[in-house]
């Protein structure tokens, strides 16, 4: 009768079991001094070898003729573990047998000397499956065990194991395989088992087996039976690599903003009986692993795919920003959960699209952080196609200083009189020639447009906040700013609000209300070079300070 490869290989000895030496080693030293522990409690991921290693802890402490702290496999103890014959050798499936009575009656057994064996051994698999009541039983004869009695307990999730178990147990914490280590035994197993097996199709389902040898072997298993000659295309069908482009369809469509697209091939894939919640769970995989070919130096390590599909992922995750594709994978895992409590799993499968089409529909940060991020790469791509202000023109005030700002006409300069200060008269010059082609441009004193930013922080924290760094220029009735971030001119172009702040602010600062406009600074060898007390007479007077020159 065919028996399984992971059944069939399963290693006998400790020197078979690879990528644990940490803990074989420390298994074999004890059994070479015969100093077993009463408890041990082996924990770690799905096929890593916690099950093979509590048999062969029962077959050694067992074991007639040990070899080097290994059982050797021949003698009746050894051969009774192997095929489950040997009556003082017991294991329970935690899963099915997880009540108070069934560990009742493991205690009123465990007082009996074994009969055959020297050691009484029960092997207790997935144990954090243990009711309360079987734990609490459990308890009482882990504090007082007899001589003649060791527990082993198999788990996947030790954190659901008490702390009064794991007191009482010798830990050992199996970790996933490397895929090298796995490779190389598939190899060996396939020149055993007289396969032929490339070593890339060894290297994918090392890679797809995520650390576990039983999942390895199983694949391996299956391959070899869809073809004795067992390359990668032969593993890529077999595990269902291929056949997934309607992934990138519906990643592509939401991309673009086609809810429809998007639409119509989940309705197309919902005609071939695929199920919501398994489409939900793939795409979240697939924005992953876009997520990983965009940040990631080496993606092929964490991408288990095919290399072309590896091509297909990077340049797909091209088209999105870091902040779009994590909003991508949250919206998708919200649905996955509200899938698990709804009857109408279409209807939110066809509201996670929506939202992956149109990030405005969806309330989250990520999507508010994805379209900030898309906003400002179209403006640096504008930027970058040599579409910018308009340079402020020296002839025309209305043509320089507005840039392409929708303003209005400046008037004659109002004074408005604030509490607590006397409003500045503007400058004769100014209100004689308002619109002069000559009329000189001047900078404001830093610290009277820092209070204009004070200013500006309570009426939009915004537009203050774009304005960090900035500095700013009068010309006659006009005040021009100085920034260098595109974020302040796109606000300046699309938002009234935006300028109507910030007229405010200048006028209950300055008690004279100016246009605004954007500053192009002229080339430096027109700008005059002026003193340092020149500049500290300036700041002067701009702020209303008298100065007698002599």
Known sequence: MYQALYRKWRPRT??????QEHITT??????????????????????????????????????????EGSPCGQ???????????????????AASNNGVDNIRDLREEAVFLPNVAKYRVYIIDEAHMLSVGAVNALLKIMEEPPEHVIFILATTEVHKIPATIQSRCQRF?????APEVIRDRLLFIAGQEDMTLSEEAAELIARIADGGMRDALSLLDLCWAHDHEITVDTVSEAAGLVGQDYLFEIADAAATGDFSGAMDTMERLAGQAVEYDRLCSQLVSHYRNLLVAATARHPEQLIVCLPQTLEQYKKQAAGFTPAALMDAIRTLQDTQNAMARSTRRRAEMELALLKLSDRRVSPSREALVARIEELEAKLNRLLAEGIRPAPAAVQSPSAGETAQLPQEEPAEPEQVAMPGMEPSAAPPETAAQPKAASTPVEPMPE??????????????????????GSHAYRRGQTVLIECDKPIFLEMMRSNDFTRQSLKRAIAEVTGVKYGVGPYTAAPKAAVPQSSPLEDLIKQAEGMGIPVTRE
């Open 26 to 67: 420390t298994l074999k030293n004890e059994m070479i001094q015969g100093k077993p522990a009463h408890a041990y409690l082996l924990m770690g991921s799905r096929g890593t070898g916690k099950t093979t290693c509590a048999k062969l802890i029962a077959k050694a402490v067992n074991c007639r003729h040990p070899v």
């Open 447 to 468: 610290e009277r447009w820092l209070q204009v930013l004070e200013r500006l922080n309570v009426i939009n924290k915004m537009l203050a906040g774009a304005l960090q």
């Open 75 to 93: 003698c009746d103890c050894c051969r009774g573990v192997d095929n489950g014959s040997l009556v003082d050798v017991v294991e329970i499936d």
């Open 173 to 177: 914490d199996f970790k996933r395989i």
């Open 14 to 19: 400790f020197e078979e079991v690879v990528g």
